[in-house]
């Protein structure tokens, strides 16, 4: 047995051992269910009847612990690893120390708020970065996510095709590991890889792509691994079997188990890869790592895989720390909690699970990214139930949010599903509510997957069709964030933190949000949820009571999808504040700030 694997009687620990756990955390809302969500530590706002004098909103505490243990990927017999320095010191993007729903750069307070492009803007050659960064810098977006070596082929994702950034031509294709000749074609035609060496040009990229990035603030994700999903796309990275000198893939029978620790050279190649990474990168401030991207075996939603994959991202989590330990810098780790488990639940009970618990307790994890939180409808404990082929709804996310604020950790809306990928519309404006929804809900972030970025037109402004001849411009997305960016700026983000128990639990029609961002000062957001079913919003007005703090507050609306703002009449505070709304159409936000007695 190689000496980084699990013995079988160590491997069904750690399935028992997650079994216990997710059964205690999925108790836990039957216990809570006589009090306000986040009931367990002290709300932003405080229950009716307000203080006379209101203390500013509490952050979550930045090392608050889960209600129990839970697991990290090694066996309950595992001896724990020794502890290593913190992630993000110094200048490095870093968990705001104060307030973990948002991140500090370059010494202020950061909120990940982006529309980017499809993850690959250093392995393609034939994708002009400069221009996209200066598409993003027009507007203000401040996070693209970036992949490193996986691929696909046009035929991959049908509607995009050729002009799908991650499906770069074999020439154009800049991977870490240089071709040899003279041992055959690899699976994409070309000379396979020797996985003994690196390629300069691959690295010399990245550093250049991630100076210009940081020159115009941008920070970058970078996805150290990415799920194959089948044997094609398996093939074509360069660790896949056919497609490298050294046989390394061979081990692994169906691809997928690539996110576990079966196949010792696979496991040992990717520990590689990390040091390399960590080693070239480390002199940047502007990135932080994410460990896989969609770690999920589909199909297989046991417990017995879960602790599979949950241990692998562990030990690859933990190689990163290692990495960087006698490195300058150390950079955050996030892990994408993205695997499902199929609950035994009642009628109306939620049916779904991810492995998030893992990721809370690990120490090596700093970050939660989860795709599509706008679908995860019915939110209790870490339980959740999916809505059929993406469809988000309005008001989803504040629920799901709320079941994790005990965990402590940043969360990130790290991939949107906008329907471009199977022939739909394009979905901008639910793109719109779902960032104002996360971000006011005390997401730490929200990244928009903008597939009109392509290689034929970097501006991503519709110059040139994509592969089923549509013309994509996401220009209008990316302005309207801009204006969301304007509008935070004016706040400090190291205060914000929902305000809950400030809007009623439902409000008929809508979905909503609400910061309290220091004393006295509100962000409320308010979405029709026809939005979301991309259906026609006429204009209507809206009446709502407020759970206010007393005094007296000047009110402003803000359009989200122009920037405007105009004042509203003042409004008396106290348990049963009346707010109208005037007319609006889709979405709307109200400013709220408490004024001098």
């Known amino acids: 047995m190689a000496k980084h694997g699990r013995s079988p009687g160590k491997e069904a620990a750690a399935a028992a051992n997650l079994a216990a756990v997710v059964l205690l955390m999925l108790a836990a809302p039957a216990a809570q269910a006589e009090r306000p969500a986040g009931a367990e530590r002290p709300p932003a706002v405080a229950a009716a009847p307000p203080q006379p004098a209101q203390a500013p909103p509490a952050p979550l505490p930045p090392a608050q612990a889960p209600p129990a243990p839970l697991p990290t990927g090694r066996s309950p017999a595992d001896a724990p690893p020794a502890p290593l320095p913190a992630a993000g010191t110094g200048d490095t993007f870093r968990v705001h120390p104060e307030n973990p729903r948002c991140f500090l750069y370059r010494g202020k307070p950061f909120k990940i708020l982006t529309s980017a492009e499809h993850y690959g803007a250093v392995i393609n050659a034939d994708f002009d970065y400069d221009a996209y960064l200066e598409e993003m810098a027009r507007t203000g977006q401040n996070m693209t996510r970036v992949f490193t070596f996986y691929r696909e082929t046009p035929s991959c994702i049908p509607a995009p095709g050729a ?324 509008l935070l700026a004016q706040y400090d983000l190291a205060a914000m933190a929902p305000a809950v128990g400030v809007l009623p639990d439902r409000i008929p029609g809508y979905g909503c949000a609400v910061s309290a961002a220091g004393p006295g000062r509100y962000l409320a957001y308010f979405v029709d949820e026809r939005l979301y079913r991309l259906q026609p919003c006429p204009p209507r007005a809206l009446a709502v009571t407020l759970n206010l703090p007393a005094g007296r507050y000047a009110v402003r609306r803000f359009d989200p999808k122009t920037g405007a703002a105009a004042d509203l009449p003042a409004l008396a505070g106290g348990p049963a504040a009346a707010l109208a709304v005037p007319e609006f159409a889709e979405d709307v936000a109200i400013l709220l700030e408490r004024t001098p007695p």
């Open 163 to 486: 002009q799908n950034t991650l499906a770069p031509r074999p020439e154009a294709s800049i991977l870490p590991w240089p071709r040899v000749a003279g041992h055959g074609r690899a699976a994409d035609g070309l000379d396979k890889f020797d996985l003994d060496r690196w390629n300069p040009a691959y690295f010399a990229r990245w550093k250049d792509f991630l100076a210009k990035c940081a020159a115009r603030g941008v920070v970058v994700e970078v996805s150290l691994f990415c799920n194959p999903y089948n044997k094609k796309k398996m093939d074509l990275m360069p660790c896949g079997k056919p497609s490298n000198t050294g046989g390394v893939g061979g081990g692994l029978g169906d691809p997928r188990e690539f996110m576990t620790l079966k196949d010792p050279a696979v496991v040992a190649l990717q520990e590689r890869f990390i040091r390399k990474m960590a080693e070239e990168l480390n002199a940047f401030d502007n990135f932080y790592w994410e460990i896989c991207n969609e770690p999920n075996v589909h199909g297989d939603y046991s417990e017995e895989t879960e602790a599979k994959v949950v241990a692998w991202q562990a030990r690859l989590a933990r190689a990163v720390r290692r990495a960087e330990q006698e490195l300058p810098k150390r950079h955050l780790v996030a892990v994408n909690a993205h695997f499902r488990v199929k609950l035994q639940a009642g009628p109306g009970q939620p049916d779904i699970r991810h492995d998030d618990a893992a990721y809370f307790a690990n120490p090596d994890v700093d970050i939660i990214n989860y795709h599509y939180i706008s679908v995860k409808k019915n939110a209790r404990g870490l339980a959740f139930s999916p809505s059929a082929n993406e469809e988000a709804g309005a008001g989803v996310i504040w629920p799901f949010l709320r079941e994790r604020d005990k965990c402590g950790k940043p969360i990130v809306f790290d991939e949107t599903f906008t329907g471009i990928v199977r022939g739909q519309p394009e979905r901008y404006a639910v793109n719109r509510a779902e960032a104002w929804e996360m971000l006011l809900a005390g997401g730490a972030g929200y990244d928009s997957l903008d597939w009109s970025f392509t290689p034929a037109d970097e501006t991503g402004c519709g110059k040139a069709p994509i592969g089923d001849g549509r013309r994509l411009d996401g220009r209008p997305l990316r302005e309207w964030l801009g204006h969301f960016h304007k």
